[in-house]
């Protein structure tokens, strides 16, 4: 459904999963099949606005809080250049919205993206509630895609 409606050369941002979250692998590799440059975050400082870097799964590496990241020397790509956020969560509910870790990454990426960006949540379907807590600040999905159904939400 995401490789559907993007357009080869589209550069999509992927995450690396850690823990319970989903495996972003075979996406990483369908999207680049189909022409896609696949992006990956990187954590700047104590800020909450993340980096994205064209790399591969294999140029990952560890970095704080459990996750793996590009180096910082990777390859940079502007926020404003990213079509599709794809984003991992502790929990979504079916109008679109999330919980993080708790950080705001994703959130102040989000605010500074091209408003056209499509933001997608990456889930189990167990991971969807009835609704969950926002704040002003928090920026709602457009789709949340679990391994049964696709939402569209926005």
Do not use: N
Request: proline fraction near 5%; charged fraction near 20%.
């Amino acid at each position: 459904m995401l490789a559907a409606r993007l357009l080869p050369g589209a550069v999509v941002a992927l995450y690396s999963g850690k823990g319970s979250e989903v495996d972003t692998k075979r996406l990483d590799e369908v999207l680049r099949v189909r022409g896609m440059t696949i992006v990956y975050p990187r954590v700047i400082g104590d800020g909450q606005l993340l980096a994205f870097h064209a790399v591969t799964l294999d140029d990952l590496v560890a970095a704080r809080f459990g996750l793996r990241e590009p180096r910082p020397d990777a390859a940079a790509v502007e926020i404003s250049d990213i079509a599709a956020f794809v984003v991992p969560g502790l929990a979504f509910d079916r109008a679109g919205w999330r919980i993080g870790w708790g950080r705001g990454h994703y959130d102040a990426t989000f605010a500074t993206a091209s408003p056209s960006a499509l933001r997608v949540g990456l889930a189990f379907e167990c991971q969807l509630v009835d609704q969950v807590a926002r704040e002003p600040h928090d920026v709602a999905l457009h789709v949340i895609l679990t391994q049964l159904s696709t939402y569209m939400v926005a």
